[in-house]
T-cell receptor, first 113, second 108 residues
């Protein structure tokens, strides 16, 4: 089966600019996650969707981060405006059912300068 | 207190060695547990789930100790290709918490 697709692979922006990341989960996977992984740390959950509804966004910095999954398939994550500390890899993952181990995409490496 | 804690390592071992990693978790109500492997500049990949009775997959053995709230991963007969960061993952009510990872370097 095709894996989780993410784009772009890399992005370099200046602070205060905006950026958006895209994710297409594995077909049929209802649950979609966005994680932030800062160098040397484990992934941290930003937001979790079940179909097109938000299940958990408690760790999403809502003043600058937003995410949507309008049709319950693809998802976008946006940062506006970006800060230097947002430099990280943004990983999308999906699973067939909540609570099962899930599959990650290859991530988007964001550098804010 | 962090949800999941791991020794960051690195663990430097020779080929053929046996190496073990531990991971502790803070929530005694955690429901399920996993080990993920992450290669440098790559995404994490599921290595194995961890079951209460312990489970084995080839050279890899995972154990869960609920009383002491830790899980372990044992790698026997280490290969060069086992060099990676191993992430401990704990599921609390469908929220997955990742440890910071333990780095393993297997040397020839």
């Amino acid at each position: 089966e095709a894996g989780v697709a993410q784009s772009p692979r890399y992005k370099i922006i200046e602070k205060r600019q905006s950026v958006a990341f895209w994710c297409n989960p594995i077909s049929g996977h209802a649950t979609l996650y966005w994680y932030q992984q800062i160098l040397g740390q484990g992934p941290k959950l930003l937001i979790q969707f079940q179909n097109n509804g938000v299940v958990d966004d408690s760790q999403l910095p809502k003043d600058r981060f937003s995410a949507e999954r309008l049709k319950g398939v693809d998802s976008t994550l946006k940062i506006q405006p970006a800060k230097l500390e947002d430099s990280a890899v943004y990983l999308c993952a999906s699973s067939f059912l909540r609570g099962l181990g899930y599959t990650f995409g290859s991530g988007t490496r964001l550098t804010v300068v | 207190r962090k949800e999941v804690e791991q020794d960051p390592g690195p663990f430097n071992v020779p080929e053929g060695a046996t190496v073990a990693f531990n991971c502790t978790y803070s929530n005694s109500a955690s429901q399920s547990f996993f080990w993920y492997r992450q290669d440098c500049r790559k995404e994490p990949k599921l290595l194995m789930s961890v079951y209460s009775s312990g489970n084995e997959d080839g050279r890899f053995t995972a154990q869960l100790n609920r009383a002491s709230q830790y899980i372990s991963l044992l790698i026997r007969d280490s290969k060069l290709s086992d060099s990676a960061t191993y992430l401990c993952v704990v599921n609390n009510f469908n929220k997955f918490y990742f440890g910071s990872g333990t780095k393993l370097n297997v040397k020839p």
